[in-house]
């Protein structure tokens, strides 16, 4: 069995500042983990994932999350916030034999204040 | 190269009623992944087809059900519409034994 939860359903940050998305999950095999964003109106959109390797993943848009075993989280990072960041997060997890059948977290709302 | 493909991009139906949603798997990807989004949630997993065959599913009634054409796209088909029914349904193809989802924008139903 599989779980995600998102710390937080929303997150307000300033333009410029760190951007923190938290997510930790439960998973009884060794886990694939996502991180997806949706803008309105839209799908969703792959920013990066862990499958194995290097526990550092950096992803498109300046994001980049780290894996960490003995905490179960993988939490989402960005530097410096942008305005067109805001959207909706999604971290998910499946198992390594299939990442079709993924479980996601409620996600997290993201807004960038001027 | 077009993505992922999804039709009818919103549609109202009433309860009792039946609805089929459509999707076109990104070229070169042989597998589609149907999911359920409410309002305010995270998408859920609906089932999984691959060679025509309905591999994988996910906690929903028998209400749900699919299907996959020799050309890789699928139907989704909800019989006996509830309220709870009314989300935003997403499609998402892969490549056999990928670890990469590529999602549509999806199909927004609404049951009144």
């Known amino acids: 069995a599989q779980s995600v939860t998102q710390l937080g359903s929303h997150v307000s940050v300033s333009e410029g500042a760190l951007v923190l998305l938290r997510c930790n999950y439960s998973?009884?095999?060794?886990?694939?983990l996502f991180w997806y964003v949706q803008y309105p109106n839209q799908g969703l959109q792959l920013l990066l994932k862990?499958?194995?390797?290097?526990?550092l993943v950096k992803g498109i848009n300046g994001f980049e999350a780290e894996f960490k075993k003995s905490e179960t989280s993988f939490h989402l990072t960005k530097p410096s916030a942008h305005m067109s960041d805001a959207a909706e997060y999604f971290c998910?997890?499946?198992?390594?034999?299939?990442?079709?059948?993924?479980?996601f977290g409620d996600g997290t709302t993201l807004t960038v204040k001027p | 190269d077009a993505g992922v493909t999804q039709s009818p991009t919103h549609l109202i139906k009433t309860r009792g009623q039946q609805v089929t949603l459509r999707c076109s798997p990104k070229s070169g990807h042989d597998t589609v992944s149907w999911y359920q989004q409410a309002l305010g949630q995270g998408p859920q997993f609906i089932f999984q087809?691959?060679?025509?065959?309905?591999?994988q599913r996910g906690n929903f009634p028998d209400r749900f059900s699919g299907h996959q054409f020799p050309n890789y796209s699928s139907e989704l088909n909800v019989n006996a519409l509830l309220l709870g029914d009314s989300a935003l349904y997403l499609c998402?193809?892969?490549?056999?034994?990928?670890?990469?989802?590529?999602f549509g924008a999806g199909s927004r139903l609404t049951v009144l």
């Open positions: 998973s009884s095999v060794p886990p694939y």
């Open positions: 998910a997890v499946s198992g390594y034999t299939n990442a079709g059948k993924s479980t």
């Open positions: 087809y691959y060679e025509e065959e309905e591999r």
């Open positions: 862990y499958t194995t390797g290097a526990t």
């Open positions: 998402a193809s892969s490549f056999t034994g990928a670890n990469v989802l590529t």
